[in-house]
């Protein structure tokens, strides 16, 4: 079974430009997560979605970022215009349950604004 | 506010040796805690514990909950090198959220 899949697992752009991350989560969890992870703050989650609808954005650090999920095996997460503060690695991850539960992280998307 | 607070913050043993890892956590409503081993990619779930007093256990790793004193320990056994990570736990409530620490990062030594 392949896990929670990622893309890019790199990224290097200037700042103002537009970013967009990709995440297909593992077939049958109804949950996910996207998390943001830097040396400072550690893990933070920054939105959760249930049933490919969010349920809580509270995370979000600014309204630059926005995330969608289309449907079960596809969400994105996106930055406009992205700032060098950005910079960090988002994880993205699903679990099967809707309350509380072990949840599998995909491999991270490194962001580098420059 | 919700938080969860790791010790040590790092820790440097020998092949061999036996460590304790520790998470204590003030989290609203709390009904279960998580732990996580992260290498040098994504962290990796290890064990989810709901219940006080009932030890789980994988192999060389065993974890325990206290939900009186609001702690919970990771136990390795008998070290190896490829144990050298750094191990996250996370406290949540009754939904979803998660308040992650910021991890115990462990080397072991050849």
């Known amino acids: 079974d392949a896990g929670v899949i990622q893309s890019p697992r790199h990224e290097v752009t200037e700042m103002g430009q537009e970013v967009t991350l990709r995440c297909k989560p593992i077939?049958?969890?109804?949950?996910l997560f996207w998390y943001r992870q830097t040396m400072m703050r550690g893990l933070e989650l920054l939105i959760y979605?249930?049933?490919?609808?969010?349920?809580?954005d509270s995370g979000m650090p600014e309204d630059r970022f926005s995330a969608k999920m289309p449907n079960a095996s596809f969400s994105t997460l996106k930055i406009q215009p992205s700032e060098p503060r950005d910079s960090a690695v988002y994880f993205c991850?699903?679990?099967?349950?809707?309350?509380?539960?072990?949840?599998?992280f995909g491999p991270g998307t490194r962001l580098t604004v420059t | 506010e919700d938080k969860v607070v790791q010790s040590p913050l790092s820790l440097v043993v020998h092949e061999g040796d036996t460590v304790t890892l520790n998470c204590s956590y003030e989290?609203?409503?709390?009904?279960?805690l998580l732990w996580y081993k992260q290498e040098k990619k994504a962290p990796t779930f290890l064990f989810m514990l709901?219940?006080?007093?009932i030890e789980k256990k994988s192999g060389r790793l065993s974890s325990i909950l206290d939900k009186k004193e609001l702690f919970s320990i990771l136990n390795i056994t008998a070290t190896q090198t490829g144990d050298s990570a750094i191990y996250l736990c996370?406290?949540?409530?009754?939904?979803?959220?998660?308040?992650f620490g910021t991890g115990t990062r462990l080397k072991v030594l050849a």
């Open positions: 991850a699903s679990s099967p349950r809707i309350q509380g539960g072990e949840q599998y």
């Open positions: 077939s049958g969890h109804n949950s």
């Open positions: 979605f249930n049933n490919n609808v969010p349920i809580d």
């Open positions: 989290v609203t409503n709390f009904r279960s």
């Open positions: 709901t219940s006080s007093g």
């Open positions: 996370a406290g949540g409530s009754g939904t979803y959220k998660y308040i």
